[in-house]
């Protein structure tokens, strides 16, 4: 079954490309799109099947054998990398394309959006799948290529200010991380991360930190930590609803990915533990705090995605099996929910034409399905009982009362904290925009569509229809998939923590990872 392991690569560049030569024919174009996602979910399915029953499946890029050649390795942690990143990808494209047929923009909202939406697929599947560290780079650059395109679609004045950030960070986080690559290829000469195993085991310890420190830094960025997270809450928020749904769903959560890989795989030992951990305790206060603060939806979501990198974070520094599973489990749960978020935020700003938390209100009355699409989600991102997020953290709790240290003590509590505050940024935003009386500048039955931008400044529509009279159907249907995708991973959630575990096993003895691509022993 290996040859299905470079499909979720393969098709989405190929669709890419078909979708390209069928610029101007809008359905067309809908169609591949939607065919090519859907066809990579199932194989990203199946290859998770087969991962957990046959081990990790290789494939030599070219028919170069490693370390030679490339190679792609979907071992469990991809795998289920692959399956929940094509599901949400694939609901976020049909929330795309219901909001361009509602705003009677069928092209959603250029012709260049559904090759570059695959084209960023492509790239996060590459990245999930490399057993290469350049490879690796490759997959960082073709979607941040692609990231560049969506975040700046419009070409607004915020977006465009917005887009120069992000471009200029993530520029900065691939030198950073193709310097490492250098000088790692100089010390052991090899990037195959099978092959490096054992190369960088035999380094000094000096200079293995110096590398690893590296590529932490470089990860870092790209998975918005603190200190590093800055530039997160000012550069999603101006992005189309879809946009800023996938970007906050997958980009920052492949960052995540590679400092689990790197950081089980390549360097052993927890000389960097302690480091991660007081990230991860800065990153879920300071990022939660950010949180209360916020006056509008979508950067409240924004410093609640950077808090929350912080869970991941704490699993990945207890180098514990306990608390690595718990940290895969969470990344799931949260891909998903954070996602599901950022949709219903798109849906309150069709319905009450902002999301500034002082011009909206009665939303529950008005419509509420739309009231039950956030309520849920959010719950579930406050770690409410019994959803996946609160799963998810219990588990990242037994495993930093297992630990016993007083770092471990300490995340520990700041979970907690961080758990409350963000019940209270949520419980703030239903109170406002859901639970009191609507606000007079909200858009009425007999209003025309609007939308606002994040700086406040109204932005009219094309949808001649009244303003909330019903939801779109596609946005609507996409979103109550994935809310159901949420509740789903609770109902599932003894399976996927048993995928976890031996993921978090296979990844802490990484000889299965070795023995894939070298069965007869690393060169």
């Known amino acids: ?205 000096d200079l293995r930190l110096v590398l690893q420190g590296m590529l932490l830094l470089a990860f870092g960025i790209k998975a918005a930590v603190f200190p590093l997270s800055a530039w997160l809450p000012d550069s999603y928020p101006t992005a189309p609803a879809p946009v800023t749904a996938v970007f906050a769903g997958l980009l920052t959560k492949v960052g995540v990915y590679a400092i689990i890989r790197t950081e089980t795989l390549l360097f052993p030992g927890g000389r960097t533990a302690d480091l991660l951990l007081v990230i991860a305790a800065l990153t879920m206060v300071v990022g939660i705090l950010g949180a209360v603060a916020q006056s509008d939806i979508k950067r409240l979501l924004s410093f609640t995605l950077v808090s929350h990198i912080g869970y991941m974070l704490f699993g990945v520094g207890l180098t514990t099996a306990l608390g690595l599973s718990a940290a895969i489990f969470y990344v799931v749960h949260h891909i998903t929910i954070q996602t599901t978020l950022f949709l219903a935020a798109g849906l309150v700003e069709r319905r009450g034409g902002s999301t500034a938390l002082d011009r909206l209100g009665g939303l529950a009355r008005l419509s509420p399905l739309l009231a039950v699409l956030f309520f849920v989600p959010a719950l579930n991102l406050a770690g409410i009982p019994p959803f996946s997020g609160f799963l998810g953290k219990v588990g990242l709790v037994q495993a930093g009362v297992s630990d016993g240290g007083v770092l471990a003590w300490a995340l520990v509590a700041g979970g907690l904290l961080t758990s409350l505050l963000t019940l209270y940024a949520i419980a703030r935003v239903w109170n406002l925009a859901f639970w009191r009386d609507p606000h007079p500048d909200m858009p009425g039955p007999d209003d025309t569509a609007r939308a606002t931008r994040t700086d406040g400044a109204e932005q009219p529509h094309d949808d001649p229809s009244p303003a909330g009279a019903v939801l779109p159907r596609l946005m609507t249907a996409s979103t109550a998939a994935l809310v159901v995708l949420g509740l789903g991973l609770t109902v599932v959630a003894g399976p996927l923590f048993d995928i976890s575990t031996d993921a978090a096993d296979d990844l802490l003895r990484r000889a299965p990872y070795v023995e894939a691509v070298f069965p007869d022993g690393a060169p």
Do not use: K
Not at 41 to 51: E, K
Not at 105 to 133: K, R
């Open 1 to 205: 079954m290996s040859w299905l392991v470079p499909l979720p690569v393969v098709m989405p560049l190929f669709g890419a490309a078909l979708t390209l030569l069928l610029v101007g024919r809008a359905r067309a174009q809908r169609w591949v799109s939607i065919t090519v996602l859907a066809a990579t979910v199932a194989v990203a399915a199946l290859l998770l099947v087969r991962a957990t029953v046959d081990g990790p499946l290789v494939v030599e890029v070219g028919g170069w054998v490693a370390p030679l050649g490339i190679v792609l390795v979907a071992d469990q942690l991809a795998a289920l990398m692959l399956v929940v990143s094509a599901a949400v990808t694939l609901c976020v494209l049909v929330y795309s394309i219901g909001q361009g047929l509602a705003d009677g923009n069928e092209e959603t909202p250029l012709s260049v959006y559904h090759p570059t939406y695959l084209v960023l697929t492509a790239g996060v599947c590459n990245a999930f799948l490399s057993g290469d560290l350049f490879n690796l780079y490759v997959g960082f650059e073709i979607l941040l290529v692609a990231s560049y395109v969506l975040l700046t679609l419009g070409s607004t004045e915020n977006r465009i200010r917005a887009g120069t950030t992000y471009v200029v960070v993530s520029l900065l986080s691939s030198l950073i991380f193709l310097v490492a690559i250098g000088l790692i290829y100089a010390a052991t000469g090899t990037l195959n991360l099978a092959q490096l195993v054992d190369r960088l085991d035999a380094l000094p310890d």
